[in-house]
């Protein structure tokens, strides 16, 4: 069945494992992107927490620079931005480390694309984050209130484990949305999945069966992230009536 | 407007007026008379590469959606396949995949060569269209099966028992009001789009961003074009926004 396979398509054979085959490279890419999502998951995460906390409650200064943030992220594509951020971040720790007295650094492809990519989901996991925590309900935080709770331990027992589930369904699409931004960073040369391919696939001729390849690749991961949020989304809405 | 401007407002407007003006003193902006033309033909394409492919993907997801939302199972599957597939991989791989994948594909056939479509088949800007099209249609297939499911059976019910043909009832009750509801979700989609355009620059289709890229290269200089760029991606981004806005306020609704 696999010999019948190759011979009526030679280029499968370009996808092993061990040169000739560019299988191990493609599977360094893909770890590399799957590093970099995780990555800027979490740095988003952090980001949208914070930011919606202090969209929710923050003073009016801090409520103006937020919007400001997520408007102008979620306005410019996150080609430019990664462009913008990338020259701008080498850029400023360089010129820190020359009036510092230190030796110029080449900033990792992993730090800049986790950072970059970051800023990018922090802006819509803070807006993604506001919402849910709107959908607690306010007698569940009076009631915290009432008991004479303190706001950071509210936030923690109560706030975050009831918006977790609201927020579950957005927080999902963004996982998906980082995992397909970690292709934009071929564009800055950083050796993704996706720029692994090209060259694979310019180098040997073979477009069709590579691209279609590492389009399987990126389905795989999203059809395994869908399930796992799925079970996560179960475990999010345990204890809660199931809605009729 | 009298409660916009609190005295934190007016410090932080100075300041941004103040940066802006920095922007346009401290750095350099004497080589934009140069490349004015060019940047007008790059916005151009930009615009009419996301007029084009958003209008296209809409129609095409409107049979997807429906296909989905009400249709029997062969054909509600490949259409649900259709659009896991569109969103589950990177748009850029998509791009790449149509123009260096088919693109290579093609020559090989003579009958393609010799077509009247070859002189179109070389270029890369059929390419990018196709791409982004696609693209824009499984995602709003999906926005539309949403927006199909949740418009009320009794609206349905009532055209039906008026009589209507079928395909009156999708026209006139169905498709009306899915848009409706779905309006609010298609204007970010839009805008999506637009932040989707400059990935065509990879395969040398001219926009607004291959123009910034080029400018960086022939006069190296890093962050006036790219900032350009930030500003007329913003502005396009605001007219998008005004122009759903607009016209979910032509449509009537009694719920407040």
């Given amino acids: 069945m696999w010999e019948a396979l190759i011979t009526a398509f030679p280029t499968l054979s370009l996808l092993a494992w061990s040169p000739p085959g560019w299988g191990a490279n493609l599977m360094r890419g893909l770890a590399n992107s799957i590093q970099i999502a995780l990555g800027a998951y979490a740095v988003g995460l952090i980001i949208g927490t914070a930011g919606a906390f202090g969209k929710l409650h923050g003073g009016p200064v801090t409520r103006d620079l937020l919007a400001v943030y997520t408007t102008v992220v979620r306005a410019v594509p996150e080609l430019v931005l990664i462009l913008i951020l990338y020259f701008a971040v080498t850029d400023l720790v360089n010129q820190a480390m020359v009036a510092f007295g230190y030796a110029r650094i080449q900033i990792s492809g992993v730090a800049a694309g986790i950072a970059v990519l970051g800023v990018v989901q922090g802006a819509y996991a803070t807006e993604v984050i506001r919402g849910a925590i709107l959908a607690v309900p306010a007698g569940q935080l009076e009631a915290a209130r009432a008991m004479g709770m303190p706001p950071m331990r509210t936030a923690w027992r109560i706030t975050l484990p009831l918006m977790l589930s609201n927020a579950i369904p957005g927080l999902a699409n963004l996982w998906l949305i980082a995992t397909k931004d970690t292709a934009l960073l071929a564009i800055v040369g950083f050796a993704e999945l996706t720029l692994q391919t090209r060259q694979a696939a310019s180098s040997t001729k073979a477009f069709l069966t590579f691209f279609l390849a590492a389009g399987a690749l990126y389905l795989l991961i999203t059809l395994v992230s869908t399930l796992i949020f799925a079970i996560i989304e179960r475990w999010a809405r345990r204890g809660q009536r199931p809605s009729t | ?256």
Avoid at chain 2, 33 to 53: D, E, F, H, N, S
């Fill in chain 2, 1 to 256: 407007m009298t409660n916009f401007w609190h005295p934190h407002r007016i410090v932080m407007a100075a300041i941004a007026i103040a940066i802006i003006l920095a922007c346009a003193l401290l750095l350099r902006w004497d080589w934009l008379p140069k490349y004015l033309p060019l940047i007008g033909q790059g916005i151009w394409r930009t615009l009419w590469l996301l007029a084009v492919t958003a209008t296209l993907g809409f129609l095409i997801a409107i049979p997807l959606g429906l296909a989905q939302a009400a249709g029997p199972w062969y054909l509600a599957a490949p259409a649900r396949i259709f659009c896991t597939v569109i969103r589950g991989t990177p748009l850029l791989l998509q791009l790449w995949l149509l123009y260096y994948g088919l693109g290579s594909l093609f020559p090989q056939f003579p009958a393609i060569r010799e077509s009247d479509l070859w002189p179109y088949l070389r270029q890369a800007w059929p390419y990018a269209v196709v791409a982004l099209t696609l693209s824009f249609a499984g995602y709003e297939g999906e926005v539309m099966r949403g927006a199909f499911k949740g418009v009320p059976g009794g609206q349905l019910e009532a055209a039906r028992a008026m009589g209507m043909p079928r395909t009156t009832i999708l026209r006139r009750i169905w498709l009306p009001l899915a848009i409706q509801r779905a309006l609010p979700t298609l204007g970010g989609e839009t805008v999506l789009q637009l932040k989707a355009t400059p990935l065509v620059a990879t395969i040398t289709v001219v926009d607004i961003y291959a123009v910034a890229s080029r400018v960086r290269q022939d006069t190296f200089i890093v962050y006036e074009p790219l900032l350009l760029l930030a500003v007329v991606y913003m502005v396009i981004t605001g007219l998008i926004v005004l122009a759903f806005r607009w016209l979910e306020n032509r449509i009537p609704s009694r719920v407040a």
